[in-house]
């Protein structure tokens, strides 16, 4: 009677376990089952349907008998397919994410991360942490959570970057580390734009203050000029006082591309800005310098307006035309300007013969006291620049060997007459 009962629950328990056996090997997942109590251990590998069964593993110390779970292995195995996938789409997040593995060696750099820091991004994978970041170990953060085994929570760093913080561990499904990842929200830009804001403001305020008592060393030497001797008036004339205003053309001109400049502007005819108000100006300075001017205004501008300042672009055109003649080659200097529609666009080219700007520098010659001249203070671009950006347009350079192009684009407001 009793074998009998005992009979019935083994075969109970064994269409149990073929229950449980054929639900294990349902799942997608490797799979780890143990009781204890009854001893059995059921195992599933990843990717197979086989479901192995193991009797007797009582031997566990009594206190850690307590039945367990454990999804395993294939989440290790899978773990670098799973970062070479997330590292495309992390290439896409504005802050620096590096994961590095339990030997401090980096397995993933998003391209932010690599271009901020100036590396090649695949240079740096399989490459120790501090050959990245080139600070100290004890400074690295992702190294600190490393050893200590404690992830970090929005910690503002200032060494060599500047930005926050954040680092998290993965485990293994054993408890070790699979990787410490690290996101770092790169503040160096702000940090850097902050610092030139304070210093043009610095600057500003210097140039500003040294303007007056320029203004009245001006003034007295004016004044002393009619009680002077001749020949120490001529001295006033041509070199203190000229010398005076260059002084304060320079700051004048520092203000304005440091200042936000306020200026009025006025609906101004582009034809007549260009022959009529700036013309008469360059031909004058033209015939001076015995260069050969030439106008071309294009059918398509008739009647086109843009909204602007005719002193401030008057100036832009005379640094441009300076910048011409101090680049003329010994034949004639000649000049065109020129100016079509484009869009909604009025655009307009300055172009000379001159000796043209080397490739080398082009890119610089719009930065403020940039100057290739031992007498020039390489503000006149800058100032150009700044003044067209004020008209909410655009200035470019094309310079070779047979002379120089500046391109301005300004905005047209008005294409038909105004009353
Ligand atoms: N038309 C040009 N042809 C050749 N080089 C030019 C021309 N225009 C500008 N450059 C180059 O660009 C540099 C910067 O020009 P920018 O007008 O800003 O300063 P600068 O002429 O040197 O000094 P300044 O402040 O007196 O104008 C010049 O020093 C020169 O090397
Ligand atoms: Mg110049």
Redesign the pocket.
């Known amino acids: 009677m009793q074998d009998q009962q005992m009979r019935i629950e083994n075969k109970k328990l064994k269409e149990e376990l073929k229950l449980y056996k054929n639900l294990i090997s349902e799942l997608p997942f490797s799979f780890t089952y143990k009781d204890f109590d009854l001893g059995i251990q059921m195992e599933k590998k990843y990717r197979t349907s086989n479901v192995t069964t193991l009797h007797q593993i009582s031997e566990v110390p009594y206190i850690e008998r307590k039945n367990e779970f454990t999804i395993t292995s294939d989440f290790d195995l899978d773990f670098e397919k799973i970062e070479g996938f997330l590292s495309s789409i992390l290439d896409y997040v504005p802050h620096h994410i590096v994961f590095i593995d339990k030997n401090g060696i980096i397995t993933l750099c998003n391209l932010k991360a690599a271009k901020d820091l100036q590396v090649n991004r695949d240079e740096m994978i399989g490459k120790h942490i501090r050959e990245l970041l080139k600070i100290p170990d004890e400074q690295i953060a992702l190294l600190q959570t490393l050893h200590s085994q404690k992830p970090i929570f929005d910690k503002e760093i200032l060494d060599r970057n500047y930005g926050i913080t954040n680092t998290r561990i993965i485990y293994n499904s054993d408890g070790s580390i699979k990787r410490i990842v690290g996101l770092f929200l790169f503040l160096n830009g702000i940090k850097e734009a902050e610092k030139q804001a304070l210093a043009g403001r610095i600057a500003a305020g210097i140039a500003h203050e040294i303007r007056n008592p320029l203004t009245t060393v001006r003034g007295y030497l004016q004044l002393l000029q009619s009680s002077v001797d001749q020949g120490v008036s001529e001295l006033f004339t041509t070199l203190l006082i000229p010398e005076i205003d260059r002084a304060n053309k ?1 700051i004048n ?1 520092f203000l304005s591309i440091s200042k936000p400049s306020q200026f009025s502007t006025e609906k101004l005819q582009i034809a007549e800005l260009i022959e009529g108000y700036i013309g008469n100006f360059l031909n004058r300075e033209a015939h001076l310098h015995n260069v050969k001017m030439e106008y071309h205004i294009h059918a398509s501008l008739k009647d086109c307006y843009i909204e602007g300042n005719r002193d401030e672009l008057l100036q832009v055109f005379i ?2 035309f ?3 003649i ?2 003329a080659k010994e034949t004639l200097p000649e000049i065109i300007v020129s100016a079509q529609r484009k869009g909604g666009m009025a655009y307009i080219q300055f172009a ?1 013969n ?4 080397k490739s080398s ?1 082009l890119n ?3 930065d403020p006291f ?4 031992d ?10 620049k700044k003044i067209i950006e004020n008209h909410k347009g655009e200035i470019r ?1 094309n ?1 070779g060997p047979s ?2 192009v ?1 391109s301005l684009e300004i905005p047209i407001v008005i294409n038909t007459p105004i009353e």
């Open positions: 320079i001109d640094n441009l300076s910048n011409s101090q680049a000379d001159g000796m043209g700007i520098i610089h010659i719009f940039f100057s290739t001249k007498d020039g203070t390489g503000l006149g671009l800058s100032v150009s350079v310079s002379g120089t500046f």
